[in-house]
Every structure is written in structure tokens, then in C-alpha cells.
């Protein structure tokens, strides 16, 4: 029932670094695309006044994820979400968090996670990304451009994003890029914020 990606184990401490200083103080975090459920139980344990409510595009996933948060009194029950199908099952949130999924995703993910951010997001809220992503029309290292291919091979839809083109879709909603930040094996934490 619980399962386990060695990326999210690698990375959930940096990543939690970052998340202390950019999200606010109290309120509801929205997870998008939780995956196996590591992440949401590493950052609701060491942010305890935080309320995290995790998601996953499919229902067998949803197990995996509860008993990664059980006994977490800040972890809601997982649901069903679909960025492409609205309404989303959470109407109003303080932050979104989505961790490695707009280049696993064909791109109209991204402009459909944008879109419904815009209408979650309280206004000052926060919606960070984390994942690889071409900087300025290039690769930032070649094991990206090997991963890039790698993904467009499994699905044309996939790929390493270009930063760029996802910060005009977030400017269209109303987002303001704060900051990109470098993160081990050549990822990225993209913090923006809602205007």
C-alpha cells in the first residue's frame, strides 16, 4: 500500500528548506500531483501549523498517501484532482504546492494547473513548482537534455519546460515570478506569487 520513489527521498529535505521560508505562516496548502505521499508527510510534520491537503489524479494512488500522513493531524484525507477538470475538489487555498509534474504531463497540464491556481489562490498566495526546466531556450545541464529526451521518447507530449514559457502562462493569470531557485540535480523551486 505505501510506496516509495528514491527522488522524493533525495529531495524532500531541500525542498522543505525552501518551502520554510516561502509559504506563509498558517493556512490551507494544496499538493497537486502528491505522488506516492513522501512529500506531504515530510512537510506537514516539520510545518505543524500549516493544514496540507494532498492530491492525486488517480484513486489507487490515494492509499499510498494516507499511510504516508497517518497520524499527522494536519494532513486532510487525499482526494481525486484533475487539473484539467473543473471545479477542482478545494475552492479556496493559502498555497499550492506541485513537485515533478509539469514536464511528466503533456503542457496543456500546465496551462490547466495555472488556470485553476488563479482561481484557488487567495490573493498574496503562493504557488511553487520544483522540477527541471531549460533556462533561456537551453538545456542547464546534459543529463537534462538526456532526462528530456528520455521523456519525449515515453510520451511526445512530455518534456523539460522552458521557465520562461511557464512564467508568461502564470503572468496570464496573474502570477508574479519571485524567485528561481537552483536546487540539487539541476532542479529548480519556482515561487510565484498571486497579484
Not at 103 to 115: E, G, R, V, Y
Not at 116 to 121: E, P, S, V, W
Not at 139 to 151: E, G, W
Request: glycine letters at 8%; one cysteine or more.
Amino acid at each position: 500500500m505505501r510506496r516509495t520513489a528514491p527522488a522524493a527521498e533525495r529531495n524532500k529535505g531541500p525542498i522543505l528548506d525552501v518551502l520554510r521560508r516561502v509559504l506563509p505562516k498558517r493556512g490551507l496548502v494544496l499538493e497537486i500531483a502528491s505522488g506516492t505521499g513522501q512529500h506531504v508527510a515530510h512537510f506537514a510534520g516539520a510545518l505543524p501549523a500549516l493544514e496540507w491537503q494532498p492530491t492525486e489524479t488517480e484513486d489507487s494512488a490515494l492509499p499510498s498517501i494516507a499511510s504516508w500522513s497517518e497520524g499527522l493531524a494536519n494532513v486532510r484525507a487525499p482526494l481525486v484532482l484533475n487539473v484539467h477538470q473543473l471545479p477542482w475538489p478545494v475552492a479556496c487555498a493559502d498555497a499550492i504546492v506541485c513537485i515533478n509534474m509539469i514536464h511528466i504531463s503533456p503542457w496543456q497540464a500546465t496551462l490547466d494547473l495555472m488556470a485553476g491556481a488563479a482561481r484557488t489562490l487567495r490573493p498574496g498566495g503562493i504557488l511553487f513548482l520544483y522540477g527541471p526546466y531549460r533556462r533561456f531556450g537551453g538545456h542547464t545541464a546534459p543529463s537534462n537534455s538526456a532526462f528530456d529526451a528520455d521523456l519525449r521518447r515515453r510520451d511526445a507530449t512530455w518534456g523539460v519546460r522552458d521557465m520562461e514559457a511557464v512564467e508568461v502562462v502564470a503572468r496570464g493569470h496573474g502570477f508574479a515570478l519571485e524567485e528561481a531557485i537552483e536546487m540539487p540535480a539541476n532542479n529548480f523551486s519556482v515561487v510565484f506569487g498571486k497579484v
